[in-house]
């Protein structure tokens, strides 16, 4: 048997801010500082 080779694709995520979306590897660091520090949150009935 020959080993299973895994094919690796970058994955883009995309925010959205002042009404655009856009990936968030093309923000300044001081942006992609900001959006590590949100937080989720989930609004339960």
Same mark, same amino acid.
């Not at 995520?13 to 949100?38: F, I, L």
């Given at each position: 048997? $020959? !080993?299973? %080779?895994?094919?690796?694709?970058? =994955?883009?995520? *995309? $925010?959205?801010?002042?009404?655009? *979306?856009? !990936?968030?590897? =093309?923000?300044?660091?001081?942006?992609? &500082?900001? *959006?590590?520090?949100? %937080?989720? *949150? $989930?609004? &339960? %009935?």
């Amino acid at each position: 048997m $020959s !080993p299973i %080779k895994n094919k690796r694709q970058e =994955c883009q995520v *995309y $925010s959205r801010v002042n009404g655009w *979306y856009t !990936p968030t590897k =093309c923000w300044n660091k001081g942006k992609q &500082s900001e *959006y590590a520090d949100r %937080k989720t *949150y $989930s609004i &339960s %009935k």
